[in-house]
Each structure stands twice: as C-alpha cells, then as structure tokens.
C-alpha cells in the first residue's frame, strides 16, 4: 500500500508532522542544494497507511464489543491441575462442584488382591520326576501343604462336595475356556469365567488385535499347588484362593490391529508353565470358581519375540 | 480402498482433570483399579464442567481391526487418524495449511510446517507429532519417519459470535471461527506426486499434437 503524500520542505531537512516518517518511508529525498533555505512541497511515495493522528483508534476499538472466547483446547492440553486450581476454574465459570457424596465403587464379588501368594520352586518345570531334583521338589511340595489343607477343611464347611483332587481338572477347563473367550473377544463369557479384579487385566491386552490361540496337549496333570482362605470386612465373608499348576503345550500368534504377525506363530506349539489363581466367594451361594490372576514368578522368561521397535540412541 | 469394518469401541481413557475432580472430592479411586493410560484425545476429553463438544468419528478409526493377513498378502501398512478439534483459526485460512502438506512424508511436513509463516502451520504442527507419537505407540509402527500425510483436511468448527457497533445507532455482526483440524498418518514411503504434477515439455508437446491431430476442417474438400 502505497500513498502519495505532499511533504512542506523547510530548510534543508525534510520534516513531517512526525519525525518517523523520515525513516520509514520508501521515498526519501537527498536534500538539493539549489532548494536550500526555501519552502516548497513535492511528491513523496510511503510504504505505510498509518495516520498520522491515532487520535480515533482507540474509539475504533471500542466499537467492537469485547468477547471471553473460551479455550476448548484446555482440557485436551492435559495439564495437571491441581485440586485448588479445579475448583478455582469451576467457581470462573460458576459451576458448582460435584456432589460432596459420591460412592466410592468397590466390590463386593472379588478381592483386590491374591492374599499369601504362592511362591513357586525355582526350577520348576525344568527336571523330570524321575530325576533326584525333580523327586525332591514333589516332596517339598506335599510337606509344605499345612496351611493348604486348613483352606480346604474351611472351604468344605461352604462347599460339602469339595475335593482337591478333583478340583485342578475343574481349573483346568475355566482355565481353557478363559482362553478361548479371549481368543473369540467374547466378553460375555469371559464376565463370567474371571473376576472383576481380573477382568481389566485380561481385556487390555485383547483390544485392537486379532489373538489366535490353540490348546494342544497337557504335559502333566494339573493339580493344585496352594490354597488360602481369606475374611473381608467381616469373618462371615469368606473368600477362597486356590493356586493351580498347569502344564501345557499351546500355541498363540498375536496379530495386530492391521492383521500383521506381532508375536509367536500359528504353527510352533510352546511348553507353557503357568500358576493361576482361582477365587470364589464361598459366603455368597451364588459365588463360582473363577480365574483371579497368574504368579509370574521371577524367574519367568522375560525375552519374548515380539515386532521390532526402533528407537533413536540418544548422542 | 480397503472395507472399513466399523465397532463400537468405548473411549480410550478419561481425562486427566476428571480422574483428578474427582479424587478431590472423593478419598481416592476405585478399588478395582484398571490400568489406564492417559492418551492425548483431543476432542473426546472434557473438563467436568463442560459438554463434549466436536466431532468424535474420526478417532473411532483407529479402533478397527483387520482380519490376519494371508502369507501371499502384501503387508498391510499401519494408519493413525488424529484430529485437534475447534482450533482458534479461521478453516478457510487453515485451509492452506491443510493442502500444503498432503502427501508429504511426516518428516518434511514437520520441517516445513515450522517456516510457514501462519497461526495455523503451529496447530498442525503440533498434530503431526501427537499423532506421530501415537503411531508409534499403539499401532505397531516400527519407524517413526517412516509415516507420510495421507489425508489432512480442515472442517468449520465453533462459531462464536459477537457485535460491533456501526455509526447510528446500528449493529454489526462479528463472528470467531474456530476449525477442526484431522490428518491421516499411514506407514510408508510418500506417493511421488499426491498432486498432479504440472506436465512437462515433452507431455505439452504430444497434447498439442494429439489435438492438432484430431481437428477437423468441415465443409472443405
């Protein structure tokens, strides 16, 4: 935007109204020597339209009456205020704060928890029985089982038709149905094969792929391994944790949310050792056996085959 | 195209803030606890105060899932939709931004998008690198350079209005645009030309001639 202004030339300097202008303008004029110490006016080009008496922009900006545009991109921002500032910006905004008596969910079917977890022998599932190790370990085992025989005299007491021995071929076929739900996203099943404490923990890991899984073959018999016995809030409440070993050869190939091979393989079959955890609700009549979590002992094999991640080595 | 199966899957995480209202006011969370993970999604998450506004089907495509691939089936390449919702821009001026950096690798649009001289170039910018992130994260993308901009595309969001006064007593309107922003990452190397290129000499040359060709004199012998 250029202007054409007309410009009183006094003495040898070319002054304005306001001296800036000296500056700023496109089209400065080197003083003539012939015109010095007369008055006269020429033609200038200035690259700016700013007037030269501001005197109506602040009436201009008045005229257009001023919003609060709210920040939509607050919240998405994830900054993490703290209690006083929520509540100062609910009182900004003149909301009130939520209901002082907002329940607190809890459960009342499952515990949080797997009470004196089973520490499993190191080793386990490496020796045969055959072998001195082996025989030793299934010793220690029976020997062991104090605590475990008191859960099960408690658990008969509810359960008249409970058996321990019987109990592991039971486990197992949960066990298996869990799995079969988890492979077939079936979630209306698996409702009612795990507890509420398990459930999140199960369901994670199913969302945005594809899991294929296969039961081959059992190695060794399943059997139970540990059992505890349990009171919550009152001594009436009783919860039972029964520990159950399985060993067994499966398969599973996880593909991911594009179909892509992402861990193991459809047709290499795999010796899975595993402690689950099975619960039930012995105060509640309508309570079931149900799976309530895994012992991952420590020393599990941690390196799976899983797809590559790149990351960049920091310099 | 590829056959879009679409399921409903609940949102992804609560907000921060709500998760932290509510402990506020509450002695602590569930005792169920469930892992959660605090993903930025932008336009599904909001202040407990206020009414999820924007548009919500864009991330649900991130939810499908595709049946195993076949061993003779080329691989499929991994996609992330992410969107920054009622951005303060106006969408005609975003709209700009959106066309510049279609079909570039997300590497080169990031670089680019930092010299653009335009309040909207930050906003996408800053979408890029979330959605970057996400990629990488939550859908199996191994490298993450290796994702170019499929799609980028600019809707009008909220529409603020507001009044100026004009001489004699009348009454003008002024309106605060807002847009949405979406993008589209898919994992692989960036098509050669996602605009069609101005054609070269030699191309000219033949159309001319082909057109030459095909002209007809009526009415002569």
């Known amino acids: 935007m250029i202007a054409f202004r007309e410009v009183v030339r006094k003495n040898s300097l070319l002054l304005t109204k306001s001296n800036s202008y000296l500056f700023n303008s496109l089209g400065y004029v080197a003083p003539n020597a012939a015109f010095i110490g007369q008055d006269y006016k020429i033609q200038v080009r200035f690259g700016s339209t700013k007037h030269w008496n501001p005197k109506w922009k602040p009436f201009r900006r008045l005229k257009v009456i001023k919003v609060d545009l709210p920040d939509f991109n607050e919240a998405a921002e994830s900054k993490n205020y703290s209690p006083d500032e929520v509540r100062a910006k609910m009182k900004e905004r003149g909301m009130s704060p939520p209901r002082p008596w907002m329940e607190r969910p809890f459960e009342i079917s499952s515990t949080s928890d797997i009470f004196e977890p089973y520490v499993p022998p190191e080793g386990d599932g490496k020796a045969s029985y055959i072998s001195k190790e082996g025989a030793k370990q299934s010793a220690e085992m029976v020997s062991k089982k104090s605590k475990t025989w008191l859960a099960f005299r408690k658990i008969r007491n509810f359960d008249e038709d409970f058996e321990g021995k019987h109990f592991a071929a039971e486990a197992q076929k949960i066990y298996l149905n869990v799995h ?136 | 195209m590829y056959s879009m199966i679409l399921r409903r899957f609940p949102g992804i995480g609560s907000g921060s803030l709500f998760q932290q209202s509510r402990q506020v006011l509450s002695a602590g969370g569930p005792v169920v606890a469930a892992p959660f993970r605090s993903i930025s999604t932008t336009g599904m998450v909001a202040l407990p105060y206020e009414k999820r506004l924007g548009p919500k089907g864009w991330p649900r495509y991130n939810s499908v899932v595709f049946p195993p691939q076949s061993l003779d089936e080329k691989r499929r390449p991994a996609y992330v939709c992410h969107m920054k919702t009622n951005i303060k821009y106006s969408p005609w001026k975003m709209w700009y931004v959106a066309s510049f950096i279609r079909g570039m690798s997300v590497d080169e649009a990031i670089l680019q998008l930092s010299f653009v001289n335009k309040k909207g170039a930050g906003f996408v910018k800053q979408t890029l690198l979330e959605a970057q992130e996400l990629a990488v994260q939550d859908h199996n993308v191994e490298f993450r350079s290796n994702l170019w901009v499929a799609e980028s595309f600019c809707t009008k969001g909220v529409v603020v209005k507001g009044i100026r006064r004009h001489a004699r007593k009348r009454v003008g309107l002024v309106e605060y645009f807002h847009c949405h922003y979406f993008v589209r990452l898919e994992e692989g190397v960036p098509p050669k030309h996602f605009y069609t290129p101005q054609p070269d000499g030699p191309t000219l040359l033949q159309r001319w001639i082909n057109d030459r060709r095909s002209q007809r004199v009526y009415g002569s012998f």
């Open chain 1, 180 to 315: 079969k739900a988890v492979s077939e996203k079936d979630k209306n099943t698996l409702r009612v094969l795990v507890t509420e404490k398990a459930y999140p923990e199960v369901t994670l890991n199913m969302r945005s792929r594809t899991i294929v899984w296969n039961f081959l073959d059992t190695i060794e018999e399943p059997r139970v391994v540990h059992a505890r016995c349990t009171d919550v809030i009152q001594k009436e409440n009783v919860f039972a944790q029964i520990t159950c070993r399985f060993f067994t050869k499966q398969s599973l190939a996880i593909y991911d949310r594009f179909g892509r091979l992402a861990h193991g393989s459809e047709v290499v079959a795999k010796d899975v050792l595993e402690y689950v955890v099975f619960e039930k609700h012995l105060a509640n009549q309508y309570g079931e056996w149900r799976v309530h979590g895994k012992i991952i002992p420590e020393w599990a094999p941690t390196n799976f085959e899983t797809s590559y991640r790149t990351f960049r080595m920091s310099n």
